[in-house]
């Protein structure tokens, strides 16, 4: 029975990085040779970053990363195999594995989606004449895939088993959702019967602008017992011992794809002494979100140049959980906090925004805003709403102030629950260049305190986030008593409602079906239809959810269609 051992390089890309992403490419090869790999995988698009967007349609783009794999496959080591994707274009712009060996690129294997999510092509997932490349290493019949070829019925892995592949080889781009990795393992197992192959899967990990990668990468036999399992959101190369049964025949030809097949060597490897596979226990719930969160910032801010951040610390759950994120991602000394305190804020927001600075160790200075508000009224006439709001907007003002001085990275620190109600204030608290809990619904954000603190107390350390700013009512403070309940249902029964009409797109009936009051229906619907030009305006920030507004749900601006009881018949 042949055996192969194979790394599944787990890496952080750069979007446009082509030197770095080859020198990446070249470092992590070297690595997987000296652990004695026969073959090492890389993500989706490596050479360019993942998704580049529009950038596919640059021909000078497309033609750089053809010529950095040209020039890869002469400095890589010779006597290993290596899969990394990367952008075609000699027939357009197209998503791209190659496979490399001894100084030349073997195979190629082209996906039929552009590797841009604005322009998919909504006609058939494969056209026929498609080329499906089987390369055989060291006796083993090899087939590659792509990302969204996992999800396609009939696929791939349907002409693998025809091709009588003992492996299958998928490499990934593949964006984190909160419980996506209980899918995704199900999907693979599911796959790799289907293939009658192992499959290898390979997940770049970090983040680009909104999207963050959680690795997880995976192998499992054509049983689907997992064999191998990445740790999620850090660097990894997971190196695995496989025995494959070798000499496939395969099975009927495809009608849709051409199976080609390529050899690099048909002699199996000496027999060894294979290593167990390392398989990494999933995080909790919690965790997983965290760390998702803190990589996004720290990847925002990173590869965007900012090495601080700035903040408006309210003494409120949504700021203090913003801080502490900021400081986990760039350090806390990194992080800069201003306390912006009207003649509404109360003593204890004054006192908890302070005692959340002392205990993360991030910067803080208060700079009052009631003499500017005073000045901004002395000369136009503002009141009610006008001047609740006129408070947020000097706010915004002095931090993109502040930020212009220094050079600090704004974070917005609204949260999904705001933004879907239209509870934020354009050029007030909605200013910023990133907004970390922008996909995280309220309710969330208690949760995620209370985990952070509880993680602090295990490592012994002192719990960053102030009990008061977890259990306090929360308030924007624009008025004299306010509170967010005066005008908003119960976040929980709030939360439970924007779940299902923004994440599942329910319509009225299925709303009320679910156990909704229809009145708090009817408000709630009717604040989220009005609010979309708001979240249109609002900065990017990390996506956690099935549907991130400003990523995956933008519904028209200017739109009559209102989400309504029907007609009482």
Request: with cysteine.
């Amino acid at each position: 029975m042949p055996q192969l051992r194979v790394a599944l390089a787990q890496i952080d890309i750069t979007v446009g990085d082509l030197t770095g992403n080859a020198e990446a490419v070249l470092r992590h090869t070297k690595e997987a040779a000296d652990h004695g790999a026969h073959l090492v995988a890389f993500p989706e698009m490596t050479l360019t970053g993942y998704p580049p967007e529009d950038l596919v349609f640059r021909e000078s783009f497309a033609e750089t990363s053809e010529r950095t794999l040209a020039t890869l496959a002469q400095d890589l080591p010779p006597d290993i195999g290596v899969v990394v994707g990367y952008l075609a274009h000699d027939q357009g712009p197209r998503n791209a594995a190659a496979v490399i060996h001894d100084g030349r690129i073997v195979a190629t294997y082209y996906k039929h989606h552009l590797p841009n999510y604005g322009v998919f092509d909504e006609a058939r997932y494969f056209t026929p004449g498609t080329r499906f490349p089987v390369v055989t290493l060291h006796g083993v019949a090899i087939g590659l895939t792509i990302c969204e070829d996992l999800w396609q019925d009939g696929g791939p892995f349907t002409v693998a088993a025809q091709a009588g592949c003992d492996l299958v080889v998928c490499i990934n781009g593949s964006p984190y959702e909160r419980s996506k990795d209980d899918t995704r393992l199900a999907l693979a197992q599911r796959r790799a019967r289907e293939a009658g192959a192992t499959l290898a899967y390979v997940n770049t990990v970090g983040a680009q602008d909104e999207l963050v990668y959680d690795g997880d990468s995976l192998v499992v036999d054509p049983d689907g017992h997992l064999l191998a399992r990445a740790p999620q959101f850090a660097e990894h190369l997971l190196v695995v011992d496989l025995d494959l049964s070798g000499g496939h025949s395969g099975g009927l030809p495809s009608d849709e794809m051409v199976i080609e097949r390529h050899s690099i060597s048909t002699d199996p490897v000496p027999p060894y002494d294979a290593v167990p596979g390392e398989i990494t226990e999933r995080m909790p719930d919690e965790e997983e979100v965290w760390n998702a969160l803190v990589i996004g910032v720290r990847d925002y801010a990173v590869k965007n140049g900012f090495n601080t951040a700035i903040l408006a610390l309210s003494g409120g759950i949504d700021s203090a959980l913003v801080a502490v994120i900021a400081a986990d991602a760039i350090g806390a000394t990194n992080v800069h906090c201003v306390s912006m305190p009207s003649k509404y804020s109360s003593e204890h927001s004054r006192t908890d925004a302070a005692e959340l600075a002392d205990r993360v160790g991030c910067h803080y200075e208060t700079v009052r805003i009631a003499p500017m508000v005073d000045a901004y009224l002395d000369t136009v006439t503002l009141t009610g709403l006008a001047e609740e709001n006129l408070q947020a907007r000097v706010r915004g003002t002095l931090l993109m102030g502040l930020s212009n001085q220094h050079g600090h990275l704004v974070l917005a620190t609204g949260n999904k629950t705001e933004l879907a109600v239209g509870y934020s204030t354009l050029y007030g608290d909605s200013v910023g260049g990133f907004a970390p809990i922008k996909d995280v619904p309220k309710t969330l954000v208690w949760q995620l305190a209370r985990w952070r603190n509880a993680y602090a107390e295990k490592l012994g350390q002192t719990p960053p986030i102030p009990v008061n700013s977890i259990t306090k009512p929360p308030s924007a403070e624009l008025r004299p008593g306010q509170q967010d309940s005066d005008s908003l249902p119960p976040y929980d029964e709030l939360d439970a409602i924007l779940e299902d009409y923004i994440d599942r797109d329910l319509g009225w009936e299925d709303l009320v079906e679910r156990g909704h009051d229809p009145g708090t229906i009817e408000d709630v619907v009717r604040l989220v239809d009005r609010a979309e030009y708001k979240r249109r305006q609002f900065p990017p920030g990390p996506k956690i959810s099935l549907k991130a507004f400003g990523r995956d749900r933008r519904l028209p601006i200017t739109s009559r269609w209102r989400e309504a009881a029907p007609p009482r018949t």
